[in-house]
């Protein structure tokens, strides 16, 4: 299996696999959405809320907000069922507390983490609006989760594959310069002087056959080549999209521990 890296930024990587099966790629991806452990709060203690919002709608906001948890973040913290406390402690906890008085809109940099290392993502996510004079007072404590429970420990916004386009085109048929037009995502550029259409960027073909529809005289035709893959993995910033993919392979093969252990 060969791995060649298209792009990549702090959210988002873009590769392709070659020489892979197609439940092989799905696994990684799977275990990419549900199964990479992430920071998220999970319990809200409420001391005073004088907004309009309900305390659910706001401490669902504050699970929904995304939370550093890159590896260094979680680095010797554990998930709440596999810790031996009897409620929260720093090793499978952290808690951000909210304090602020109105009028204004309270934002997600207002929540102040007992660790420097775990702290909203984005510090302008807005969180609830206060009017003069009232307060909001709380305490939102995260744990490690899985996606598999709930989304708001899911670290990958995208987490998708395709298989890599092929388009090849028929010699015995007339040239149909027409379908440059039709496509919906310029891949196909009609060049008259050498007959024939070229083929601008491929990787970016959605495989919506439109080309093939509108073709009469079957000059094109849309396949895919069959091990080959690419893979999108963005991230909701609470960890590099690499990082998610290394603890993805890291679980997997933990399960292909565990069947040979079994097979023994
Ligand atoms: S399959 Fe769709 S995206 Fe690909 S070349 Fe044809 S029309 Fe364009
Ligand atoms: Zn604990």
């Given at each position: 299996?060969?791995i060649?890296?298209k792009?990549?930024d702090e959210n988002?990587?873009v590769?392709?696999?070659?020489?892979?099966?197609?439940?092989?790629?799905?696994a990684?991806r799977?275990?990419a959405?549900?199964e990479v452990p992430?920071?998220a709060v999970?319990?809200v203690n409420?001391?005073?809320?004088?907004?309009a919002?309900f305390?659910?709608?706001?401490?669902?906001?504050?699970?929904?907000?995304?939370?550093i948890?890159?590896?260094k973040?979680?680095?010797?913290?554990v998930m709440a069922?596999?810790?031996d406390?009897?409620?929260?402690?720093p090793?499978?906890?952290?808690?951000l507390t909210?304090?602020?008085?109105?009028?204004?809109?309270?934002?997600?940099k207002d929540?102040?983490?007992t660790d420097?290392?775990?702290?909203?993502v984005?510090d302008t996510?807005?969180?609830?609006?206060?009017?003069e004079?009232?307060?909001v007072?709380l305490?939102?404590v995260?744990?490690?989760?899985?996606?598999e429970?709930?989304a708001k420990?899911?670290?990958t916004?995208?987490c998708a594959?395709?298989?890599y386009?092929?388009?090849?085109f028929?010699?015995d048929?007339e040239?149909n310069?027409?379908l440059?037009?039709?496509?919906p995502r310029?891949?196909l550029?009609?060049?008259?002087?050498?007959k024939k259409l070229?083929?601008?960027?491929?990787?970016n073909c959605?495989?919506?056959k439109t080309?093939?529809?509108?073709d009469?005289?079957?000059?094109i035709d849309?396949?895919?080549?069959?091990?080959i893959f690419?893979f999108?993995i963005e991230t909701?910033?609470?960890?590099?999209?690499?990082?998610?993919l290394?603890?993805?392979?890291?679980?997997l093969?933990?399960k292909?521990d565990?069947?040979?252990?079994?097979s023994?």
């Amino acid at each position: 299996m060969e791995i060649e890296v298209k792009s990549k930024d702090e959210n988002e990587i873009v590769f392709i696999v070659h020489n892979a099966e197609v439940p092989f790629i799905n696994a990684i991806r799977r275990i990419a959405m549900m199964e990479v452990p992430k920071i998220a709060v999970e319990d809200v203690n409420v001391i005073i809320n004088d907004s309009a919002m309900f305390n659910e709608v706001l401490a669902h906001r504050l699970g929904l907000t995304p939370l550093i948890s890159n590896a260094k973040a979680i680095e010797g913290m554990v998930m709440a069922e596999e810790c031996d406390c009897e409620e929260y402690c720093p090793k499978c906890s952290v808690s951000l507390t909210l304090k602020k008085t109105g009028p204004g809109i309270v934002y997600s940099k207002d929540l102040a983490s007992t660790d420097s290392t775990i702290i909203p993502v984005y510090d302008t996510i807005p969180l609830l609006k206060l009017k003069e004079d009232e307060n909001v007072d709380l305490e939102a404590v995260a744990k490690i989760g899985i996606g598999e429970n709930h989304a708001k420990w899911m670290p990958t916004t995208v987490c998708a594959y395709k298989q890599y386009p092929k388009i090849t085109f028929n010699e015995d048929a007339e040239v149909n310069y027409d379908l440059a037009d039709v496509c919906p995502r310029n891949i196909l550029k009609s060049d008259r002087r050498s007959k024939k259409l070229k083929i601008l960027d491929i990787e970016n073909c959605s495989m919506c056959k439109t080309c093939m529809r509108a073709d009469e005289n079957d000059y094109i035709d849309i396949g895919y080549e069959k091990n080959i893959f690419i893979f999108t993995i963005e991230t909701d910033g609470s960890m590099p999209p690499e990082e998610v993919l290394l603890k993805a392979c890291d679980v997997l093969s933990d399960k292909a521990d565990k069947i040979i252990e079994f097979s023994k």
